[in-house]
């Protein structure tokens, strides 16, 4: 990393300063993982909107959610002299994450988290977003709940929601039902038509984002597994997707206006010298029901009989 970037924002002045009377171009290096989840999208669109109040420059890259480009993006961006960065998503590479910390590079993860490194964060509470999706579907009666989660912190934490849920109902989750797939619609979708070829499928899905859900659907539908009358899908979310996929999905709404915003104003906090400390600020999750969860129909078959 180059001296003279550390050097340069260690001397400059105020960071609002320096837009109204040194005219000098406040750039933020913006990150993203995966420019096909509707999420992501929408937290550029606010993130953009936010920092164009301050007068922020936004350069926008996408990674693929590859440590290597993550690397050659973050080295490209220093050169250009960029003030800071958010990393939206899913950021893999943490030793670059650690060497901007060591080197006092203003830094902030937006719907992401690394618990062990000390660093300002905005995201939303997934261990409850999990909680409260197990909760209501235990509620309708589902036991056997299958997770289709992606290889990040916030589906980990997801997970661990649900997991919780069935333990304050006296239950155990299903750790067979637990798989872990890339963030595509087509794994997703082949991942359902396995599950639902068990012996003893799931009669409900946590799917761990919207786009993981679609493919839950299609491969619901694949095997003429009716929704949700046989098999109960929830994404996590609550992206256009959720709202115009067959059935509405049950999702968990992400507030990613206010978090977009928390982001670049702690950003700026943080360029300007500001800030205090580093902060982990989660935000509250909601639940949204739709028609894509209902009543066990196996369970109300055995009562009835």
Do not use: W
Not at 130 to 150: D, K, P, Q
Not at 178 to 191: C, K, P, T
Request: hydrophobic share 40%; aromatic share 4%.
């Amino acid at each position: 990393m180059s001296d003279n970037h550390k050097k340069r924002l260690g001397d400059q002045p105020g960071f609002l300063a320096a837009v109204s009377k040194e005219k000098h171009e406040c750039k933020i290096g913006f990150l993203l993982p995966d420019v096909s989840n509707p999420l992501i999208l929408e937290m550029t669109r606010e993130v953009e909107n936010y920092a164009r109040k301050y007068g922020l420059n936004l350069l926008i890259c996408h990674t693929d959610s590859n440590v290597e480009k993550e690397e050659r993006y973050v080295s490209l961006l220093i050169e250009k002299g960029v003030d800071g960065f958010i990393f939206a998503g899913n950021f893999r590479n943490k030793k670059i994450v650690s060497e901007l910390l060591r080197e006092e590079v203003p830094v902030i993860l937006l719907s992401d988290s690394h618990p062990h490194l000390a660093i300002n964060t905005v995201t939303v509470d997934n261990f409850m977003g999990g909680y409260e999706l197990t909760n209501h579907l235990i509620s309708l009666g589902h036991t056997r709940i299958a997770v289709i989660a992606e290889d990040n912190t916030s589906s980990y934490d997801r997970i661990r929601g649900s997991k919780q849920a069935f333990q304050d109902h006296g239950l155990a989750a299903c750790e067979d039902l637990i798989f872990v797939s890339d963030s595509s619609v087509e794994h997703a979708q082949r991942l359902t038509e396995e599950l639902l070829a068990f012996l003893h499928p799931p009669t409900a899905v946590i799917a761990c984002n919207d786009v993981l859900a679609i493919g839950t659907l299609l491969g619901a539908r694949e095997k003429n597994v009716k929704v949700p009358e046989q098999l109960s899908i929830t994404g996590f979310d609550n992206t256009l997707l959720s709202r115009t996929s067959d059935p509405p999905l049950t999702t968990v709404e992400v507030p990613v206006q206010s978090m977009s915003s928390l982001a670049v104003d702690l950003l700026v906090e943080e360029v300007e010298k500001r800030s205090s400390g580093k902060q982990v600020v989660l935000t509250l999750p909601r639940l949204v029901i739709r028609e894509s969860t209902g009543p066990n129909q196996l369970l109300r078959k055995k009562q009835e009989d």
